[in-house]
């Protein structure tokens, strides 16, 4: 992920790393193991499989670009 702008929307990861795309855990087995806020420039990276997600910002835009990058 990279944070294009300041904003209040955190990213929050979970400690649950998929097996595979359709491995769903029980939302209530997994914990938050790391919430990172929005900086501008700031570049997060971590394995797709983790589960993540955005909370919604209050104050202002989120604005990300996000890329997905698989080795061979």
């Given at each position: 992920?990279y ?23 029980y ?45 061979s």
């Amino acid at each position: 992920l990279y944070y294009v702008n300041d904003s209040d929307g955190d990213t929050v990861l979970y400690d649950y790393i998929s097996k595979d795309e359709n491995d769903i855990p029980y939302f209530e087995d997994i914990k938050v193991k790391k919430t990172i806020t929005p900086k501008q420039g700031r570049v997060v990276i971590f394995n797709g499989l983790t589960w993540h997600t955005a909370r919604q910002p209050k104050e202002n835009i989120r604005c990300i670009i996000n890329c997905n990058i698989v080795g061979s």
